[in-house]
């Protein structure tokens, strides 16, 4: 049984592990320099800018989290053991019924994001040839189909 909660400051430290993790299972198309870059904003900034909702095991520990801003699915990172237990499902969810989520950007190497969110409901509306930091990894903005 998993547990969905709003993110702590104290929760910060085991949600940065997972995010390094995860990225480095899933997001093969970018650097080792992109991704020291991106740990300190994630951990110093991006959590906070979002309504962050851990998902935690019975016993307590953090397995996923997913963040939101304005609708948008900012982040959504699953510990890589835990990843194909229904834990991703459960926190989009979560942001769609509880956060009011209902678009997220994708990058579009990370191709099992992508079909993962295709069968979540949402499907392509638009593209970016760069990310939010203005490099070269194409991001894909999805819209949930509502209906």
Known sequence: ?????????????????????????????????????????????????????????????????????????????IAPKMRGRGIGKLLVNYAVDHQGAWKVDVNEQNEQAVGFYQKMGFSVVGRSPVDNQGKPYPLLHMGLVLG
Not at 3 to 28: G, M, Q
């Open 1 to 77: 049984m998993m547990i969905i909660e709003p993110a702590k400051k104290s929760d910060y430290k085991s949600l940065i592990t997972i995010w390094e993790a995860s990225v480095r299972a899933t997001h093969h198309f970018i650097s080792e320099e992109y991704l020291q870059e991106l740990k300190p904003l994630v951990l110093e900034q991006y959590f906070a800018m979002v309504d962050l909702v851990v998902a935690k095991s019975k016993e307590g520990e953090a397995v996923g989290f997913c963040g939101l801003s304005d609708g948008n699915i900012e982040m959504l990172f």
